[in-house]
Each structure stands twice: as C-alpha cells, then as structure tokens.
C-alpha cells in the first residue's frame, strides 16, 4: 500500500511501526513541539516519520488542536510543496511559477500522510542525520557544516517571508521555529519539518494576532517582547533564527533541564555576555567581540572576522526591538558576504540556496506593513487571556448539561449544517450551536471541522471580538460524536421564528434591518492586504435577537475575507450560500455583492412578511431550477416572485416606483411606519437583487438609504441609531 493513500479508512499505525522498526529507540530522532519523530525506511528509501501526540507535551493540547495542526500541514505541504508546485494548485504557487522558482529544498517533501481514529502523522522524504538540536553540542558538526546550516535556513525563512504580489497572500510564519525542528540530511543540509504552528500565505488561517493564542512558540526561542504580546510578524521568525544562529557558534541549546530549572535563555546569556564586554573600561577585552566557541575556532576554515560578524548578526537577530531586527534577505546578503561562503561555496551550500531578486523586485508595495511588529512574549503558562477571558474546551456531556439533553424544548431553530439551542451555565444564559451532518448542503470529511476552527478565529479578532452584532464566544466541543460551539448570548429567538410568528412590530424590522447592515459594511469595508469579509450565507435564521431585540449573526460557517482565505482551488465541488438566498449571478470567487443580495432578501421576508419555505424547495418545477456547478440547486421562487411583484406595482403606477411598496399592507398602520418609507424600503430591496452585482450598491449606500427613511430620523434614539453607525 502506497502511503499516499493513507487516510481514515485504510490506515493504520501498525505500518508506520513497520516502517520505524516498531518505533524503536534506534530510529527515534527526538521530540518536537507536539510529538516524536523517528527515522524509517518505506521502499527501500529513508523516510522521516512524525507523529502528533496529545499527550507527554509540554504545551498544552486542546481537543481539535493537532487535528488542526495535522490538516494545515497537510494543505502547507500539499498545496504550496514540491508536488504542489508541480500541480499549481494555488495562487501562491502560481505567483512563485511566474519567478521561476520551484519548491525550497529547506521545505521537506511530503512521501504520505496517515489520521486514523484520532490519530496523526506524516511521513517525509528525508535522509536524516540528526537534528540540529542534537547537533549544535557535537564536535563532529564542524564550523562548514554550521555555516551551512545556517545559510540554508536563513535563505529559507527569507523564501517563506516573501509575499506574492498579488493579494491577499500573506508571508508565511513558522511562529514555531527551533532547532529541534530542524534536521540535518547526511549531506549537511537543513530540512525543516514542523509546520504546526504555520500562519499566512493564500489558503490559510492568518492566526497573527488571534486572541487567546494558548501555545506562542517554543520555549527559549519566542519573542520576548511584551509589547507584542499574543502577536507574530517575521520579525519574530527572524527572532527565532537569531536563537539558533547564537546556538550554532556557541554550542548552547536550551534544553527541557533548562526550562525546568529556569535556567537563562540563550539570549539572555547571550545578552549578558555582551554587556560585560561594553562595559570594560579597562580594555580586557578589546578585541572585537565574538561569542564563537574556542573548540570551533581552531577549525583551519574559521576566520576571527566571521566570527565577529556572526556573533553581531545573531545579537541584532535577538534584539528586545522588533523594528530592529534586520529582515531575512538582509540576514542572507550578510551571511553570504562571510569569508567562508565566498570561498568555498559549494562546501556551504550556496548552490541550493533560491534566488529571491526577481521576488523582492515584483512584491507589492501594499507589504510593507509586515516589515515591523514584533512576537508573543513570555511563557507558554502566561494568561493569554486578556480582558476577553479565555476560551473553554467543552466536553459532549457539558453541551448536554447546558441544554438539557438537547431537549425539543430547548431547541430554538436550525441552522444551515446543524441545530442552535437555548442553555444556561448556572445561572448564565447561553446559546449552543451543535454542527451536524445534512443532507441538503454538500458537508465532506474536515469540512464542519474546518468550520469550528474558522468561527473560533475569527470570533477572536481583536477587531471583531467586542462587536455588539456579533456573537460573543465562551468556548467550544470538538469530539469525535460532536462539534460545537458556546456563545455568551441570551436569545430571544431567530428572525426566521419570530417572522413566522407574525412577532415583529415595524420598528423592530427597521432596527434588525439597521444593526444587520452597519454589520455587513463593517465587514464589507477595505482593510488590505486583506479581502473584505464575505459571510456568504447571511439569513433570517442565522440572525439571533437578544432581549432588547438587537440582531445577532450567530453563523459563520462559510466566512471567507480577512484572515480567513477563500478556498476555491481545494478540488471540491464549490458551495455557495443558502437556499432562497443565495445569488443567482454564480461566481466561485465569494463577494460582497453576493451579501448584499442575501440582505435585499431578508428586507421583503420582513417588509413583505414572506420567507423561503422548504415547500419552495419541494414543489419547484424542473424548468425553474438551475444548477449551480457544485451539484446542488437554486429555486429561484422567491427572486421571481419579488421581480413579478414588483413589477406588477410598477405597471399599477405607470412606472412610477415612489408610490410602488411591497410592504405588507398590516404594518402600513403600525407605529412609526410612513407611507414614505414603503417604496424606498422596496427600492432599496429590488436593487439589492439586481441581476448584476456591480450594479448593486454596497452595503455602505445601503445603510445611507436605510438611515434617509423618515422612521429612523423620527426614531434615531429609540432605535439605538448613534451606537449602530459607531460599529459600522
């Protein structure tokens, strides 16, 4: 069996034993930062197999942690690695094709992949030496080696820091870079292999500066800058790099005794050292200063002078300052000007390294906000937690607790891939949202989970999190029999419920309608190198009220914009939106405009008092349904109904739309309701369902005509409108 054909169904741990010898202790390599790896051998070539574990760490490993570890280096290593390059499947790639340039060769190529039950691993084509852990001690590793080492590696953060230039790809960020996460090939080349912790490019979650980050980094290698705390920038990487470089000419790594001991890291020795040395008034030291070790001095290829160069190289690498720290490229253009590379440039490696000119040439001026910022500091024990308060990992049986078993009458409605239910934590009222298997959208093997993780970054935004249209997250279950989700949130009910009810005054309307769309062009505004946030499947039923009947967007199932990216070049089939709200101008890139549409919608389900009823859905003729490219349908029952509707109001008025008003004629009397604001309402509705979608205004236009109505000049402060323009 191929090992490119592992997967949940047909793999099983017992063939990587077979491959590591059982996993014996003369294959075993070492620990990174979420498990083991083992040198093995699978058709008769070495392989490097690594195994996620939740248990034995020391960083803390929450349910779904390495699930999501596991799948992000799947799609790193799959999408954007030496076969992906090949496949070009992404843009990134894309964009590194128009360079010219293949796949790092620091970037380990992937021989198979393996989760079964729970459990995670990869397996790498990789001759493997040792770590550089393991190494950096020895004095078999001698100074060309280390020179090598450290070439290799710097001209691979520098690849990996480099923007396309198109938007919205992001650099990458290892965010967890050590020396045990580097392994030496028996030819002395670097490999890294842990990407577990990566963040960036063009179809992965950019967790920068996500709140709550429970694991930052490794210990002795992240970035202690406080004023950074809970967020990653290059510098951060090249923080790490320093580390390491101070780690090869000193012969120092910081090990688990050190960490348990509370020994100092290496730059703060490293620090130490050079503050005793600034301060010999008496001359002792006036050579320039060096932190090389003697041992490797000796080396006949060792020069004073690279020596020196090094140790000041590694000391600005590790220096307090973020803004200080020189860029990766400007670390490569140093190393590469050492004594020793210029002479022996095929003993250091220099034919491996990639030529990046062509790359800085093109990068978008837009990129230069990544060229300051700076880490997460202190340890991983630190409260992350903030003002916001950290993020619980609940068990299935707590879910259960908090809702009575899941009880009918707890149950408030559903929502596109599950159900949403009314709970209490002691005394707290809370909303729980359960995803589930459903038959009427596409759901395949990850995606649901997928889903959970997106929800839970983007709700720890720092520029979302106190949003009052927003749900606000408490914690989550992520277990095999369940997925879920906990929101501080004490509903009333959904819109789609209270609508069916015939609940809603026409002021409530107009106040949902106001507090949907200041939401909408909050998230619709520009905010490079980011694409605006798309919500894609904005309804009636995913809209909550709270007590005082402001709306709430509870789902975020299929958010794409911002730090989330939009993944489209993934070989599924490609979802779009809900039924009865979804646009009918298709497009596999995900656009406001398709919001807008949905919001136009939800206008006349209020106004008009008309939903989107599963008896649309059953009883519409073949000739009315059209495909939309992912196997699913569209009805466009609703949409021809407002059109015809509308029309037929048009036709009434000789075409005059200021008298024409699909308002359901029991509001026409309610409180605060003029005859005024009917015909702009619908206008300001059947333009949100414009066939094309540049010809549809944005939400920012849309909430302009919304605040124009006589009702909400009337009753701005009844209806909250200063505080809904603040968050739009």
Known sequence: MSLTDFDATDCWFEELGLITNGFSKENYIGKFQFGRVYRGVYVNRAVVVKIWEDEGTNYKVLPGDNARRYWEEYQLLNSYGKRGLVTLRGGWCKALQRYGMEAHPSMVESEGWCHYHGRFARVYKLDALDTLYSLIPEDSFTWSHRIKAALGLANFLEFMHIPAPDPPHLPFLICNLDAAHVIIDKDYNPAVYDYSMISGGSSLTDRRNILNQHVKGRYGYIDPNPVYQGSWSEKSDVFAYGVILLGLITKRVYSEHDRLTRSPFIYDWAWAQHDAWNSDIWGFLSSKFSLVHQSLQVDPLFKRGDGVKLTKLAMQCVNFDPHKRPTMRRVVSSLKKMHIVENNEELVGVHRLVDLDDAYEKRAELYDVYGGGGGGGGDDDDDLSGKHGDVRAYSRADLRLFTSDFSEENLIGRFQFGKVYRGKIGKQDVTVKIWEDNKNYLVFEGDNERRLWDELSVLQLPELVAHPYLVKLMGYCFEAECLGIVYNLKPLDTVKNLIQKDALTWLQMIKILLGLGCLLKFLHRDNPPYLPFVVDNVDVGHIMLDEDYNPVLYDLSMLVGGVIPHRSDNGRPFLLGIYGYRDPEISCQREPPHDVFAFGTIILNLTAKKLYTDGDKI????????????????????????????????????????????????????????????????????????????TRPTMEEAVDRLCGLRVVQDHARALGVKQMLQWS
Request: with cysteine.
């Open 619 to 694: 009883t519409v003729d073949n000739e009315d349904v059209y495909s939309f490219g992912d196997g699913s349908l569209w009805e466009p029952i609703f949409w021809q109904w407002a059109l015809e509707a509308y029309k037929s109001k048009l036709v009434e008025s000789g075409h005059d739309w200021s008298i024409c008003s699909l308002v359901h004629q029991t509001l026409e009397g309610a409180p605060g309701f003029y005859p005024e604001d009917g015909p702009e309402l619908t206008k300001l509705a059947m333009d949100c369902l414009l066939h094309g979608p540049s």
